[in-house]
T-cell receptor, first 114, second 115 residues
Framework: AQTVTQSQPEMSVQEAETVTLSCTYD???????LFWYKQPPSRQMILVIR??????QNATENRFSVNFQKAAKSFSLKISDSQLGDTAMYFC???????????FGKGTKLSVKP | EPEVTQTPSHQVTQMGQEVILRCVPI?????FYWYRQILGQKVEFLVS????????KSEIFDDQFSVERPDGSNFTLKIRSTKLEDSAMYFC?????????????FGPGTRLTVL
């Protein structure tokens, strides 16, 4: 069974600094997809970034980038130039391509301090 | 930009009552999902729906739950007889229309409170 682990329940960072959130997963699949979702206090789930396992190049979206290490089954999220609006829960999620369910980690609560 | 919408944003109900949560997926999407998140816990998959039938469901999705696409735009989740433990945030998501996995886009959620 696929599992997703986020080992950092809470993190904090100073505004304008860089922070990295960790995620590891376990799967026997070779082709799959990984996501980071952001959940601000409003509790809406917002897609941050997506990575296809068959792509070696790490995905980037503006200030957000990932470090995808397929052999290590690691998928960390780097937030550069942190902003107060980045304060949120961040969930790592896995999809092995069944058009079925996303498997979520337990989340990391990120606080950006002024 | 197209988005998934959900109504109501907050539903309060008495234990044993039926509730229907409504979702309007993104218009050209073909795959629809319901997830729930109990306060302070992770998001859990309930059910996926494609081509007017359930394609996958979790252990949580028992006989008390049902889903329906009553027309070309709405996607509903019904809980037949609510329990206290059904109190949670319920998220609808949609994806497609492409083949294979596509990104799931989530609605803003419905907070269900069962008293």
């Amino acid at each position: 069974a696929q599992t997703v682990t986020q080992s950092q329940p809470e993190m904090s960072v100073q505004e304008a600094e860089t922070v990295t959130l960790s995620c590891t997963y376990d799967t026997s699949e070779n082709n799959y997809y990984l996501f980071w979702y952001k959940q601000p206090p409003s509790r809406q789930m917002i897609l941050v970034i997506r990575q296809e396992a068959y792509k070696q190049q790490n995905a980037t979206e503006n200030r957000f980038s990932v470090n995808f290490q397929k052999a290590a089954k690691s998928f960390s999220l780097k937030i550069s130039d942190s902003q107060l609006g980045d304060t949120a829960m961040y969930f790592c999620a896995f999809d092995w391509g069944s058009q079925g369910n996303l498997i979520f980690g337990k989340g990391t609560k990120l606080s950006v301090k002024p | 930009e197209p988005e998934v919408t959900q109504t109501p944003s907050h539903q309060v109900t008495q234990m044993g009552q039926e509730v229907i949560l409504r979702c309007v997926p993104i218009s050209n999407h073909l795959y629809f999902y319901w997830y729930r998140q109990i306060l302070g816990q992770k998001v859990e998959f309930l059910v996926s729906f494609y081509n007017n039938e359930i394609s996958e469901k979790s252990e949580i999705f028992d006989d008390q739950f049902s889903v329906e696409r009553p027309d070309g735009s709405n996607f509903t989740l019904k809980i037949r007889s609510t329990k206290l433990e059904d109190s949670a945030m319920y998220f609808c998501a949609s994806s497609g229309p492409g083949q294979g996995t596509d990104t799931q886009y989530f609605g803003p959620g419905t907070r269900l409170t069962v008293l």
